[in-house]
């Protein structure tokens, strides 16, 4: 069982920066991939951006490729999604997610966090 934990949201306007942590229960941390998925209001939960469990390889999302930045530190437990240039469209919860599949789709992921709230102001 992988329990999950996210942190880092909060308010920022247009523009600015923001690093979301994820912090992770278990021995087996490294052999999972992990994902960031996003859900604004009345929307459709979408993914985001995933990195394999060595951390080699990385996927991300149309939308946020050349501003965000997904990585891990397996010894710490934990994965990182640094956000830059934050648009208000980014608005969103954000959920940490944990999966035996290098992959985008959310049904390939097992574990989830509870999410924060990131809101981007114009």
């Known amino acids: 069982q992988v329990q999950l934990e996210e942190s880092g949201g909060g308010l920022v306007q247009a523009g600015g920066s923001l690093r979301l942590s994820c912090a992770a229960s278990?021995?087996?941390?490294?052999?999972?991939?992990m994902g960031w998925f996003r859900q604004a209001p009345g929307k459709e939960r979408e993914f985001v951006a995933a990195?394999?469990?060595?951390?080699?390889?990385?996927l991300y999302a149309d939308s946020v490729k050349g501003r965000f930045t997904i990585s891990r530190d397996n010894a710490k437990n934990s994965v990182y999604l640094q956000m830059n240039s934050l648009k208000p469209e980014d608005t969103a919860v954000y959920y940490c997610?944990?999966?035996?599949?290098?992959?985008?789709?959310?049904?390939?992921?097992?574990?989830w966090g509870q999410g924060t709230q990131v809101t981007v102001s114009s």
């Open positions: 997610a944990a999966g035996l599949a290098f992959s985008g789709y959310s049904q390939h992921y097992l574990y």
């Open positions: 990195i394999s469990g060595s951390g080699t390889h990385t």
């Open positions: 278990g021995r087996t941390f490294s052999s999972y991939t």
